[in-house]
């Protein structure tokens, strides 16, 4: 369930999504006043770089997770611990 919700709710919908991109009114809002780098174009650069692994290879690899897992594969546990190295 954590790579489910990772994938599809806390890397991809409140960080990319909010954190990145900033199309989710609400918690872009949030986002501004826990970080204000994110007001900063100069100082968002750390933040955006963070953003995008998670996008390029953080979520991708929670959906290779879960689908290891839906289809029990035998080696589902090495590239769970690459994801949770990450």
């Known amino acids: ?3 489910l919700t990772n ?3 806390w890397s991809c919908g409140c960080d ?3 954190g990145y991109l900033a199309i989710t009114p609400l918690l872009r809002d949030y986002y501004l006043i826990i970080d204000p ?3 900063d174009p100069k100082e968002r650069i750390t933040l955006d ?3 995008l692994c998670e996008g ?3 979520i991708p690899l929670s959906y290779l997770v879960l689908y290891a897992y839906v289809k029990n594969w035998k080696n589902k546990h090495v590239i769970e ?3 949770c190295g990450i």
């Open 1 to 3: 369930m954590w790579h």
């Open 7 to 9: 994938a599809t709710w």
């Open 16 to 18: 990319f999504f909010s």
């Open 37 to 39: 780098k994110h007001n």
């Open 49 to 51: 770089i963070v953003y």
């Open 56 to 58: 390029a290879i953080y």
């Open 81 to 83: 611990a690459y994801l």
